[in-house]
């Protein structure tokens, strides 16, 4: 179904709202404030409508409230922890949300994400296009179409946690004392082991917990 006719069956059929006079002064701030072109299908939508809700289970945000899918999912403080091009966009209740990943991918689509906060390490690829979203979403019958484990592919997102969340969560590893006497066995580290390691303090917490050491010294 052409773009066209994908925004006419949701202005007949769903509610929304009409775009502002505004609106094209609202899509290119967007672009400046974040360094990325939205996709021309989102833009042309997005010209013609301000926001809307399919069938009452999709809520197709205005533009201004696009975010980051790290901080719609969890806080500001989590913006970091996805990719800087993945932005949500629809809301679709319980704190989940469907996301599009601005830059092209390697297969030069603008992928669709199923972004569940209960999920931090993969995210199932929905759609390959905005319009696509949109197609799916209004066939669907007021349904997440999307949910049912392995109807989709998916990726992994790396695990890249807030420093200020770290260092809260680990707090007590910032003071496991060095007492040696063996020497920390990471090669030009020169400090001390802590207690049943072979490892320093911070190359003992960066290798049980995976993630960078957040503490300074």
Same mark, same amino acid.
Request: aromatic share 12%; with cysteine; net charge negative.
């Given at each position: 179904?052409?773009?066209?006719?994908?925004?006419?069956?949701?202005?007949?059929?769903?509610?929304?709202?009409?775009?502002?006079?505004?609106?094209?002064?609202?899509?290119?701030?967007?672009?400046?404030?974040? $360094?990325?072109?939205?996709?021309?299908?989102?833009?042309?939508?997005?010209?013609?409508?301000?926001?809307?809700?399919?069938?009452?289970?999709?809520?197709?945000?205005?533009?201004?409230?696009?975010?980051?899918? $790290?901080?719609?999912?969890?806080?500001? +403080?989590?913006? *970091?922890? +996805?990719?800087?091009?993945?932005? !949500?966009?629809? *809301?679709?209740?319980?704190?989940?949300?469907?996301?599009?990943?601005?830059?092209?991918? /390697?297969?030069?689509?603008?992928?669709?994400?199923?972004?569940?906060?209960?999920?931090?390490?993969?995210?199932?690829?929905?759609?390959?296009?905005?319009? *696509?979203?949109?197609?799916?979403?209004?066939? !669907?019958?007021?349904?997440?179409?999307?949910?049912?484990?392995?109807?989709?592919?998916?990726?992994?997102?790396?695990?890249?946690?807030?420093?200020?969340?770290?260092?809260? #969560?680990?707090?007590?590893?910032?003071?496991?004392?060095? /007492?040696?006497?063996?020497?920390?066995?990471?090669?030009?580290?020169?400090?001390?082991?802590?207690?049943?390691?072979?490892?320093?303090?911070?190359?003992?917490?960066?290798?049980? #917990?995976?993630?960078?050491?957040?503490? *300074?010294?």
């Amino acid at each position: 179904m052409a773009l066209g006719d994908l925004i006419s069956a949701i202005q007949t059929s769903h509610r929304c709202e009409l775009a502002l006079s505004s609106a094209a002064d609202q899509l290119d701030a967007f672009e400046n404030r974040t $360094g990325f072109s939205l996709p021309s299908d989102l833009r042309a939508f997005y010209l013609k409508i301000h926001r809307a809700e399919i069938a009452g289970r999709y809520r197709l945000l205005p533009v201004e409230h696009f975010e980051r899918t $790290g901080s719609a999912l969890q806080g500001v +403080e989590w913006a *970091d922890s +996805e990719p800087p091009s993945w932005y !949500a966009f629809c *809301d679709v209740d319980d704190g989940n949300f469907v996301g599009i990943e601005l830059e092209r991918s /390697v297969e030069g689509h603008h992928r669709i994400f199923d972004c569940d906060h209960e999920d931090v390490s993969t995210r199932s690829v929905i759609a390959v296009s905005f319009s *696509d979203f949109l197609q799916r979403a209004l066939s !669907a019958g007021g349904r997440l179409y999307y949910l049912g484990e392995g109807r989709f592919p998916t990726i992994e997102v790396p695990y890249r946690p807030p420093v200020a969340y770290l260092r809260r #969560q680990y707090e007590k590893w910032s003071h496991d004392p060095e /007492v040696g006497p063996r020497v920390c066995v990471v090669d030009g580290c020169g400090r001390l082991c802590v207690s049943l390691s072979v490892h320093c303090r911070r190359h003992h917490f960066e290798a049980i #917990q995976r993630v960078p050491y957040p503490f *300074d010294e």
